[in-house]
């Protein structure tokens, strides 16, 4: 083809150009979509190829200007260079070359470029050097824009060091860390650990025998911190060497504790398994210890249970393991462990549980101190002997299985005898119980034996060393003739903390180590009529509700006598209390209901398992047998208020180093309703007043007291359990039999015939109290208020009597007042009853119940003691005895001493006839009995 003619062709190209981009313009003018470049004069329509694959590569609009540009600027070149129009290619081809791949935006550049002249292959082929580098500009921008877009372009540059969140990934895969980043977190942690290891190891010294388990002391003070009380320091403890520590103990700890000893490096990896996968499933937590980690565990002087615990064990186990012998480890372990009864070292167990030398040691005594070990208290023959066999069985059994001993030798060993434990010297004497309570209280709290031996603590009690001294000098003041076997048990308590301030359990712990005052049990007698009373006050019975305080009184079931048959006549819920009237109160606990009685006094704090606590109908005469210490704790609730607070003697607990290891946290709880309780202390003002406490008056110098006496069945106890404002202190009697299984009647000393609540009881009360309130504020109790639920009768009106009895009316409000002492009783009851019987109960039942405001209850007691008056008292005699003991305390304050002269010119058959008459008359309808 001639110049000319090629040249001919290029202008026409470029005319068409200019026409095709004027007219491009135009319709982009009108809003219609830009077409491709303009094609050659006298050709069809727009191949679509060019079309498709500019949408095929995926190009932005970056692209498609790029792509623009490089045509625009590469156009002459590119018509110079194309071959005659004869010689075009498909343009489909063009697009299906341009589309794949990478260069996908270069194809489309070049694509646009040939469409304006027609054969896009060839020119791309044929383009100048500047034509070409311009194309490259446009593939890399669509390359670019297509690795935005999601393409198979280039990864996203990281955004920081560890690529987190991860770029270029899409959500929620962007969040989760890269194989690389795990890997390196995981090794980097190995690194720090195996560091810390080789520091920690590198750091441990190894501690000489004399470190551990060394007797740090631990002091006891009385609540000023100052007054020390007493030690838990006695250790016992021989070191031997390895030689004189016999074989046959030394085979029996490895067979029972760590048969592996001798193979492991001072741990076991197959134990610390077994131990985790045992604890991670619920099972009880056990520490997999080889016999090297028990030994590092006294130099800890407790038992670690922690896992960060057990890795300090560990790593000391490993280096000790390291720089000493087997035999030398398991002779240290043997020299410093903790057999209990204050030996530590298997010498001195030898001593304590056989009394000989380690090198006497039999096969069945080494067995059972190897047994021990796990728990030297707990599992110590002398206080469990039934789990001691099972476990001295167990270690014999390991040692045939080890091969130690032959199942024959094994089958012929026999339980070995031991010699009795021998209490502390430091716990003589009377602050010996002083000592075991703190330590029992500190056991309850998570504390160790060993930990309380010798952490070197400072403990310091709630006991006043100035109220404690009263209290011993009390119980001293009693006379010299009291007998042997009489035994005191005193507490007291300040009842706005529950803290125990002194204690009297006893003359001696070492020759009699059992506490009465915290151990010890008796029954309760009229003390539990405080429970009855309290529950008939929240019941809606006031005060000065009236019963029935005639005796005997017979109830479905069961009789009830007054101490000495005495009468009172109608009597408010008050006097009945200042009097401790049986038959008043058994009326009140049948109207209330007897578990009534029982519910109240475990609101105020008696344990749900008192021995006898139950809901019988005799429960108020005091059938249950709490301590004294439960008593008194009860009674604090009710002089803080009706507030609960438990009863505690341990204040604090510092470790050597000052830190705080336990501080007593008080936890109250409102149980009954604060003028149940003013309303209960203001009728439990009456024995210390007018009852059977009276004496306390001259004692106790003008301060207001509050409190009951109580004697049991048989005066088998006596008690007196009363409080001021400021201080609780129960007082507990009781004699044992000799043989200690079951009390006996207290034998009478001191002039007393009979030793009642309120002889003894009352004077050791009164001694305790008087000198230890000396100098302290007057404090007196709130005033009677009025109760928002009572709902019963406050006060009983007799009906108006009949015509021609005009002289009972007068003679039967004398009895209503009931506050003459005794005398009225003795001798109204005397003369009426005769004449009352006959004509009054057949006329006052009937009027009465007309007349009374609840009549449910009217009728039915109308009818009840009327029948059964015959029969039951021949059939409860028991009932009858246990209700006369009851009330040992009564004759001193309820009858003025004068109880015997009271009911000596009345037939008592006819005082028996005369109740019913009298009971529908004090029915339940007023709340009267």
């Known amino acids: 083809m001639s110049d000319s003619r090629r040249s001919s062709r290029g202008s026409s190209g470029r005319s068409s150009r200019s026409k095709s981009s004027a007219s491009g313009g135009a319709r982009r003018a009108a809003g219609v979509r830009r077409a491709s470049s303009g094609k050659p004069a006298g050709k069809g329509s727009e191949p679509k190829g060019t079309s498709r694959t500019a949408r095929t590569s995926g190009s932005g609009a970056a692209a498609a200007g790029a792509a623009k540009g490089a045509s625009a600027k590469g156009s002459s070149a590119k018509s110079s260079a194309a071959k005659g129009s004869g010689a075009s290619s498909s343009p489909k081809s063009t697009s299906r070359t341009s589309a794949p791949g990478g260069a996908a935006a270069s194809t489309a550049a070049s694509s646009s470029s040939a469409d304006t002249g027609g054969r896009t292959s060839v020119n791309s082929r044929h383009a100048r050097p500047g034509a070409k580098s311009a194309a490259a500009t446009t593939a890399a921008a669509g390359g670019a824009g297509r690795a935005g877009a999601g393409g198979r372009g280039r990864k996203a540059a990281a955004t920081n060091f560890l690529n987190y969140p991860r770029a270029g990934a899409k959500n929620p895969w962007r969040w989760i860390p890269s194989l690389r980043l795990i890997v390196g977190a995981m090794a980097l942690l190995v690194l720090c650990g195996l560091g810390f290891a080789v520091w920690l190891y590198n ?90 980690q028990q030994y590092v565990e006294r130099y800890y002087t407790g038992t670690t249970t922690s896992y960060v615990g057990k890795a300090k064990e560990a790593v000391m186990a490993l280096k000790i393991d390291q720089e000493l012998s087997k035999d030398e480890i398991l002779s240290r372990y043997l020299n410093t462990i903790y057999f209990g009864r204050g030996a530590y070292g298997v010498q001195e167990a030898s001593q304590a549980y056989f009394g000989k030398d380690a090198s006497e040691l039999t096969d069945e005594e080494a067995a059972l101190l190897v047994a021990v070990i796990p728990g030297p208290s707990a599992y110590d023959p002398a206080n469990n002997k039934e789990k001691s066999v099972q476990l001295w069985d167990r270690v014999i059994s390991r040692q045939v299985n080890v091969g130690q001993l032959t199942p024959e030798t094994a089958d012929a060993m026999q339980f070995p005898e031991t010699i009795e434990p021998q209490s502390e010297n430091s716990l003589g004497g009377t602050n010996g119980y002083l000592l075991a309570q703190v330590r029992s209280e500190l056991l309850e709290q998570g504390f160790t034996e060993e930990e309380i031996n010798t952490g070197g603590f400072t403990i310091v009690s709630t006991i006043d060393p100035a109220i404690q001294e009263n209290t011993v000098q009390a119980v001293e003041n009693l006379p010299e003739d009291r007998p042997e076997r009489n035994h005191v048990g005193t507490v007291t308590i300040d009842p706005s903390t529950g803290a125990i301030k002194a204690m009297y359990g006893g003359e001696d712990f070492v020759t009699q180590p059992r506490n009465d005052a915290t151990q010890s049990r008796m029954q309760a007698g009229s003390i539990f009529k405080t429970f009855t009373l309290i529950a008939a006050l929240e019941d809606g019975y006031p005060l000065d509700s009236r019963w029935d305080g005639n005796s005997p009184k017979t109830f479905p079931g069961w009789t009830v006598k007054n101490f000495s048959d005495t009468d009172y006549g109608r009597v408010t819920l008050e006097k009945a209390t200042a009097s401790s009237i049986n038959t008043a109160y058994a009326e009140v606990n049948t109207e209330i209901g007897p578990e009534r009685t029982e519910e109240t006094a475990i609101a105020l704090g008696l344990p749900e398992t008192t021995p006898g606590l139950d809901a019988d109908v005799s429960n108020v005469l005091g059938t249950a047998s709490p301590t004294v210490t439960e008593m008194g704790e009860v009674y604090s609730t009710i002089a803080a208020g009706g507030v609960h607070h438990g009863s505690h003697i341990v204040k604090n607990v510092t470790r050597p180093d000052g830190s705080t290891r336990y501080e007593f946290q008080s936890e109250e709880r409102r149980v009954i309703d604060e003028d149940v309780a003013i309303n209960a202390t203001v009728a439990l003002q009456g024995p210390p007043t007018t009852g059977s406490a009276r004496d306390l008056q001259g004692v106790m110098n003008g301060r207001e007291i509050a409190g009951k006496t109580g004697t049991s069945e048989s005066f088998r106890s006596a008690w007196f359990v009363g409080f001021t404002p400021q201080l609780v202190t129960a007082v507990g009697m009781f004699q044992p039999s000799e043989d200690g299984t079951s009390e006996e009647q207290l034998t009478p000393f001191g002039g007393e015939e009979n030793i009642t609540g309120g002889t003894f009881p009352t004077q050791i009360w009164g001694d305790i109290m008087s000198p230890s309130l000396e100098g302290q504020e007057m404090l007196q109790f709130p005033a009677q208020v009025q109760l928002d639920n009572e709902t019963r009768e406050r006060s009983y009106t007799p009906p108006p009597p009949p015509p021609s009895q005009e002289e009972e009316p007068n003679e039967e409000p004398t009895d209503e007042p009931s506050e003459e002492p005794s005398d009225e009783p003795s001798e109204e009851p005397s003369e009426e009853p005769s004449e009352e019987p006959s004509e009054s109960p057949s006329e006052e039942p009937s009027e009465e119940s007309s007349e009374s405001l609840s009549e449910e209850p009217s009728d039915e007691p109308s009818e009840e003691p009327s029948e059964s008056p015959s029969e039951s008292p021949a059939n409860e005699g028991d009932d009858q005895e246990a209700s006369r003991p009851t009330q040992g305390n009564e004759p001193e304050g309820g009858v003025d001493g004068n109880a015997s002269e009271d009911p000596a010119g009345v037939d008592p058959a006819d005082r028996a006839d005369a109740l019913p008459s009298a009971e529908p008359a004090t029915t339940r309808e007023d709340g009267s009995a």
């Open 203 to 292: 750091d441990t010294e190894v501690p000489e025998p004399s470190d551990f388990a060394l007797a740090q002391t631990s002091r006891v003070y009385f609540s000023d911190g100052e007054t020390e009380m007493g030690t838990f320091s006695e250790i016992n403890r021989t070191e031997l060497s390895s030689d004189e520590i016999p074989q046959n103990i030394k085979d029996a700890v490895v067979a029972s504790e760590d048969e592996s000893f001798y193979e492991n490096r001072g741990v076991s990896p197959r134990g610390i398994v077994r131990a985790l996968v045992n604890n991670l499933s619920g099972g009880s937590r056990q520490g997999a210890s080889t016999i090297t």
